[in-house]
């Protein structure tokens, strides 16, 4: 079973927020369990979309707890949001 995450971001300094998110994906994407992590940017001005795909929800919780996270997202880029919604799935019928 995996466990996906999707990230909708709102910022009016979506080009700064991308250009943050480049190194975290990088680092995420080396993690254990992490089997995608891409970022997208919406046809809407300032929508950042991250779609995040790990082998466990455990795999997720130990990816928050990285010092990239923190420092990152946590540190750069939520200060720049004007809002953030993150959704957490599993597949139907897990």
């Not at 909708?8 to 995420?28: F, H, Q």
């Not at 089997?35 to 455990?58: F, K, L, Q, W």
């Not at 990816?63 to 939520?78: D, M, N, P, T, Y």
Request: proline share 5%; aromatic share 6%.
């Amino acid at each position: 079973m995996s466990f996906v995450v999707v990230a909708r971001y709102t910022t009016p300094e979506r080009d700064r927020v991308v250009e943050l998110l480049g190194p975290m994906a990088e680092a995420s994407r080396r993690e254990p369990g992490c089997r995608r992590y891409t970022v997208h940017t919406g046809i809407e001005d300032g929508v950042v979309v991250i779609v995040e795909e790990y082998d466990s929800e455990a795999d997720f919780t130990a990816h928050c707890a990285s010092e990239h996270f923190a420092r990152i997202v946590l540190g750069e880029v939520v200060p720049l949001l004007s809002e953030r919604l993150v959704t957490r799935c599993v597949p139907v019928g897990a």
